[in-house]
């Protein structure tokens, strides 16, 4: 709950203190505006006491508490981002993810809270490893790395949960479940195993501040569950129920994080339909929107509530990583951003966005990896394998592609280029 009232907390604790020294007085009584308090055990001269010094004392401040955020987009698993991983697996490993992962491993781990949206399902080992013809399972050693590297909030809702049907949605619950067994700080949301584990909100607390969160998705690429399923998947089309969801998860943690994932494929364009939902989704309650699914950079904004509180929408952090071969596939986003709670307020203090490079080399898309735009050097620019790389149409690659990427699609107050 984002506002908490202490009424009179001074004067009761006062008159507790008084009581406690002993029984037997005669009942008195104070007046605290219009409420008259009746105190036992208290004396005329200790009554009268408390009456005088009340009024001029307030309430102590509540210290400041803080955690920070990071989250970051699309992590797509094609092919070639499983085989690098194959590629530099050691010790029996039959896939090793870090080394995609190792430039931005450090901002993860040090944030307080980190979120991605796992955009392949992993069917617990159920289903054949694939990553291409837009149907996806990726190897169990994916989310291992992941939560060894320090993502605690992953992310299910979006257009990819059902690629491998019920039976793989169910596998990925499975999977997934048994992470949460194993690390008691993880988070998983956006589908789930019946009604009753939708209303389960997902909430965490680090530093003294609880935060729920929610995800819900556009659509699953013409997929549905069976019409038994008792399995739910939250849909952006269901107004419903993310009033219903947002509002009762506001009314039981500091701050709520929506995931939405929406939007036009490979383009920079925030609908009026997303800012629309944006606006409602802060009015019912939602202080941080993560927005994903267009695979590409888009903007980002405080939007206001009717009572002059603000909430904070990134309407899409692009990819994380891919194998996507056009060149705004490559640039996306690490969300960065403080959760601060004082006086019962909360609030959402230095929004910012890391840029991070989706880096290959040669055609073939060799050594897949992320890495952050203030390690990004003239020899990578040189030798990112977008060129060559066999399908799409931008293939333009240079650092002018880049930085107009970020000047059009990130306000200048929000970037973050340097470490």
């Known amino acids: 709950m984002k506002y908490r009232f202490r009424q009179c907390a001074v004067l009761l604790a006062a008159l507790m203190l008084l009581s406690s020294a ?15 308090l009746t105190v ?7 009554s009268a006491a408390v009456s ?29 981002v499983y085989r690098t991983a194959a590629e530099h697996a050691e010790n029996g490993k039959e896939y090793d993810f870090h080394y995609c992962y190792s430039h931005v491993a450090d901002k993860i781990k040090n944030a307080d809270l980190a979120f991605i ?29 992941l939560i060894d590297i320090g993502f605690d909030i992953i992310n299910m809702a979006n257009n990819h949960v059902l690629d491998k049907g019920s039976s793989g949605m169910r596998a990925c619950l499975d999977y997934w479940d048994a992470q949460c067994e194993k690390h008691d700080n993880v988070r998983v949301l956006g589908a789930y195993r019946d009604y009753q584990d939708m209303y389960d909100y997902r909430i965490t607390e680090a530093n003294g501040i609880t935060v729920g969160i929610l995800g819900y998705t556009e659509h699953t690429n013409g997929y549905s569950l069976p019409g038994d399923s008792q ?31 929406w939007g036009v494929e490979d383009t920079h364009i925030v609908t009026d339909e997303m800012k629309s939902l944006s606006q409602d989704l802060i009015d019912w309650g939602a202080d941080v929107i993560i927005g ?46 403080d959760i601060v709670k004082k006086d019962g307020v909360t609030s959402i203090e230095n929004p910012k966005l890391t840029p991070l490079i989706n880096q290959y080399e040669t055609g073939k898309l060799r050594d897949v990896r992320v890495i952050p735009y203030y390690e990004y050097t003239d020899e990578l620019v040189q030798s990112h394998g977008i060129p060559d790389s066999p399908m799409g149409s931008a293939k333009s690659w240079s650092w002018d592609v880049i930085n107009t990427i970020i000047e059009n699609n990130v306000p200048e107050e929000y970037r973050q280029l340097e470490e």
């Open 40 to 46: 036992i055990g208290v004396s005329e001269a200790e």
């Open 22 to 36: 002993g029984c037997g007085g005669k009942e008195k009584t104070v007046s605290d505006g219009d409420e008259n």
């Open 52 to 80: 005088e010094t009340e009024p001029e004392t307030e309430p102590p401040t509540e210290a400041e508490q803080r955690l920070s955020f990071a989250a970051v987009g699309d992590n797509l698993i094609h092919t070639a």
């Open 231 to 261: 399995m739910r998947i939250p849909y952006l089309y269901d107004r419903e129920l993310m009033e219903k969801q947002v509002r009762e998860l506001d009314s039981l943690v500091d701050c709520v994080v929506v995931s939405t994932h």
């Open 292 to 337: 994903t699914g267009p695979h590409t950079l888009e903007s980002m904004e405080y939007l206001s509530r009717g009572d002059g509180t603000q909430g904070f929408v990134y309407y899409s952090l692009g990819n994380f990583i891919s194998g996507q071969t056009d060149n705004f596939n490559m640039v996306g986003g690490m969300a960065l951003f």
């Open 117 to 145: 949206n796992q955009e392949t399902v992993i069917c617990n080992g159920e289903f054949e490893v694939s990553g291409s013809n837009l149907n996806f399972n990726s190897p169990m050693e994916l989310g291992d790395d």
